[in-house]
């Protein structure tokens, strides 16, 4: 690839080329030995600027394909990802007492949420390198994602989930065409079973971290970020973390326009975590390299993650930042749901609300200014999990027979006379 110089080992700090080693780094394993993917950025220069992109009609995150890394252009799949919205939230931000708080609705995506960003890129991978199969391990989102993407491009599609996934994201990815295996299990479980399979039967793997070309797709919504906010990066970014991929994939994303001058700053990461599945905010808070292993607990499935397999970039990203990380409950989390809605009109998962719900955690702490211009970004859908969206919602529909007499006095109930 005429833009990547080589990839290199977030922990040791061997280079590889592409062609040396197809996931991580040999000697420091699957979680230590992520790979960054290290540009040429003299030669992206000559291919992409300021005038460039406000001159182009490619409206979704290909728009950066300079910045990417794909070789075979020819094998881009026809759905179109990104440059998703980025709303200006006057009433939610009135709530908080924020002048420029910017709500991103990943759930606009293909299958609504940002996992879409990284299977676009794998499927392109995959193809580039002949495979014929490609799987991942999810939660949901990333299965729903990569099964569309396989879908239109005629890879076959092995996902592995845990047997506790939401029904909504399986019925997705089902309808999409994959084979789906369901692991007694956690996600952790349906990780391993896959990354196994995955090098027994030489399947080209989407997993997380592990690929080191996934992070590249998702840093393409902090591109869009800056882009929509007339070349400034914001002040503070919020965004739910559970492996740690999109967090570190932001990072990239923001420091990539950095680096070629087309932003003059670079944002705070605030990365936000279920209190029952916090691996990274125990290990940021307690100034460590690498989580320790538990057993998640969250209404928060796409964060529900006891491993992180993306964990040594994620720290690393919220650090040079200068950001942080925090908890949030799940009665938070399901809290910020219809808050979210109501106040801006993006309907939003819990992991992908888990954002919001930390703003609202360090706006009452007093850690926030109001003058800050602040980006959450929801993750994804709240249709991906409508029972949880159900539990967050203390209104009920009312049953009534047809006439006006009933429906006034159903009016009369709702307060609206």
């Known amino acids: 690839m005429s833009n990547i110089l080589h990839l290199q080992c977030v ?28 540009y040429d950025y003299e030669f992206i ?3 992409l600027s300021k005038a460039s992109l406000e001159n182009s009609h490619e409206y979704s995150h290909w728009r950066y394909l300079p910045l990417l890394p794909v070789d075979q252009p020819q094998l881009i799949p026809p759905l179109q990802v990104g440059f998703t919205p980025l709303y200006k939230a006057e009433k939610l931000g009135e709530q908080l ?33 002949g495979a014929r ?27 592995f989930v845990p047997e506790n996934a939401p029904r ?40 997380t971290a592990i690929n080191p070309y996934l992070g ?59 209190e029952k599945a916090a691996p990274l905010v125990k290990a940021f808070v307690e100034g460590k390299d690498m989580a320790e292993t538990l057993i998640p607990e969250t209404v928060a499935d796409s964060i529900s993650v006891g491993n992180p397999r993306d964990q040594v970039k994620a720290l690393r990203a919220v650090r040079e930042s200068g950001g942080k990380m925090i908890t949030v409950s799940d009665d938070q989390i399901l809290e910020a749901i219809p808050l979210v809605a109501r106040g801006s009109g993006v309907f939003g998962e819990p992991a992908g609300v888990a954002g919001y719900a930390g703003l609202r955690k360090m706006v009452d702490l007093r850690e926030i200014d109001a ?14 999990d409508i029972d949880s969206a159900m ?10 027979e047809p006439g006006l007499d009933d429906i006034e006095n159903a009016l009369l109930s709702f307060g609206l006379f």
């Not at 940002?114 to 890129?121: E, F, G, H, P, Q």
């Not at 999810?138 to 599609?157: E, I, K, Q, R």
């Not at 932001?250 to 990365?271: A, E, M, T, V």
């Open 11 to 38: 922990s040791c700090g061997k280079t590889y080329s592409t062609s040396d080693t197809e996931y991580t780094c040999p000697y420091c394993g699957d979680i230590s030995g992520t790979l960054d993917v290290v």
């Open 45 to 47: 220069k000559s291919q």
């Open 97 to 129: 007492g924020l002048n420029g708080l910017y709500i991103k609705d990943e759930g606009k995506n293909p299958t609504a949420s940002m996992k879409d960003r990284a299977s676009s890129i794998a499927v392109v991978k995959a193809l580039e390198k």
């Open 133 to 159: 199969v490609i799987t991942t391990a999810s939660t949901g989102n990333a299965a729903s994602s990569l099964s569309a993407f396989a879908a239109v491009t005629g890879l076959d599609c092995l996902i």
């Open 168 to 207: 909504a994201k399986v019925a997705q990815l089902l309808s999409f065409g994959a084979k789906v295996l369901m692991i007694r299990g956690t996600y952790d479980h349906a990780f391993d079973q896959c990354r196994l399979a995955a090098n027994k039967w030489q399947w080209y793997c989407r997993n």
């Open 216 to 274: 590249e797709g998702k840093k393409t919504a902090a591109l869009e970020i800056c882009e929509q906010l007339s070349w400034k990066a914001p002040d503070k970014v919020f965004v739910s973390v559970g492996d740690g991929c999109i967090i570190a994939g932001l990072w990239k994303g923001f420091q990539d326009f950095y680096r070629l001058g087309f932003i003059d700053k670079l944002p705070q990461l605030i990365g936000v975590q279920a």
């Open 371 to 384: 003058s800050e211009k602040i980006v959450v970004i929801i993750t994804g859908n709240g249709l991906k």
């Open 391 to 400: 539990m967050a919602v203390k209104e009920k529909p009312l049953i009534v």
